[in-house]
């Protein structure tokens, strides 16, 4: 079965700073992978996606990811972190072994302080 | 894209009761899921819904608890029967949209509070 981890369940970063939520991988093929973002009391919104191609993945909102096949990562990325960042985000892996449906993570906590 | 639509929004039930979340899409789709969120956690997903099949529930949802119904290529419902306080959650629809199946889109949940 395929699968994601998310190892850290906080992660707090200074306005400006740069900032890295970690998610790594486990999957029996080729993996679809999936960054979503969540604002309180808001549904998900997609952030990036990584099929195939370049491994470094540009999205919304200035994030980005990159895709390491050999450390199974593919951790979200932004250069200069923003106080409106500070939202709830998953990764996730798409199963096409199973129906197609998406598996998360548990989800990391952003907070930007000023 | 997709976009997605919930009805109701939110919704305060008494144990025992039973309340079908509705989903909405503005196109047609094949493969529609729903999931279950606990507020701050992760999604876990509850069952696949693909028109023309009976749904496909995970393991530890069965059907006589969370029936669904999957009429047309543009809407689904999801019943939560027989309510009890640890159904209090957010309920979610999502579908897949898009010529190579990659995109997955959400609506905005049903927000459940079991008393």
């Known amino acids: ?114 | 894209s997709a976009v997605i639509s919930q009805k109701p929004s939110r919704d305060i039930c008494q144990r025992g009761t039973s309340l079908t979340i509705q989903c909405q899409v503005d196109s047609q789709v094949t493969m529609m899921f729903w999931y279950r969120q606990q507020p701050g956690q992760s999604l876990t997903l509850i069952a696949t819904a693909n028109q023309g099949s009976e749904a496909t529930y995970e393991s530890g949802f069965v059907i006589d608890k969370f029936p669904i119904s999957r009429p047309n290529l543009t809407f689904s419902t999801l019943t939560v029967s027989n309510m009890s306080p640890e159904d209090s959650s957010i309920y979610l629809c999502s579908v897949l949209a898009g010529g190579s199946y990659n995109e997955q889109f959400f609506g905005p949940g049903t927000r459940l509070t079991v008393l």
């Open chain 1, 1 to 114: 079965a395929q699968s994601v981890a998310q190892p850290e369940d906080q992660v707090n970063v200074a306005e400006g700073n740069p900032l890295t939520v970690k998610c790594t991988y486990s999957v029996s093929g080729n993996p679809y992978l999936f960054w979503y973002v969540q604002y309180p009391n808001r549904g998900l919104q997609f952030l990036l996606k990584y099929i195939t191609g370049d491994n470094l993945v540009k999205g919304s909102y200035g994030f980005e990811a990159e895709f390491n096949k050999s450390q199974t990562s593919f951790h979200l990325k932004k250069p200069s972190a923003l106080v409106s960042d500070s939202a709830l985000y998953f990764c996730a892996v798409r199963d096409l072994a199973n129906n197609n449906d998406m598996r998360f993570g548990a989800g990391t906590r952003l907070t930007v302080k000023p």
